[in-house]
């Protein structure tokens, strides 16, 4: 298994790392939020995520008021989507052992000398 690999589960973790960061790709889980986030606005049950969607789209809010509305809707479909990644039996440990590996100290890139581009 490479450090490339992901992490295997319902919601796989892929990891890289910048020169400065180690970077969790979560492409699946994020998948999974927007999936939640069409569900709630779809939900034949209740139309009320959908029309406060649509009442954002009215052009004759003041920006603050519009900001205001987003965030409250931001916040009520955050609650409804999924957040959490199940890591089950070695999962977890294979997580935190390639994450201290690559995290470890490793060489900063020198910069360029100028001119030299």
Known sequence: MSDRDPITGPIPVSI?????????????????VVADVVEALLDPSSTELWDRL??????ERTPVEGRLLTEELVGDLAERSSSRVPLYGHAARVLAERLLRMSGPRPVPSQREAGAA
């Not at 890289?16 to 999974?32: E, F, G, H, R, S």
């Not at 649509?54 to 052009?59: M, R």
Request: negative net charge; hydrophobic residues 50%.
């Open 54 to 59: 649509h009442e954002l789209a009215d052009t």
């Open 16 to 32: 890289d790392i910048t020169p400065t960061a180690v970077v969790l790709d979560m492409t699946a889980l994020t998948q999974l």
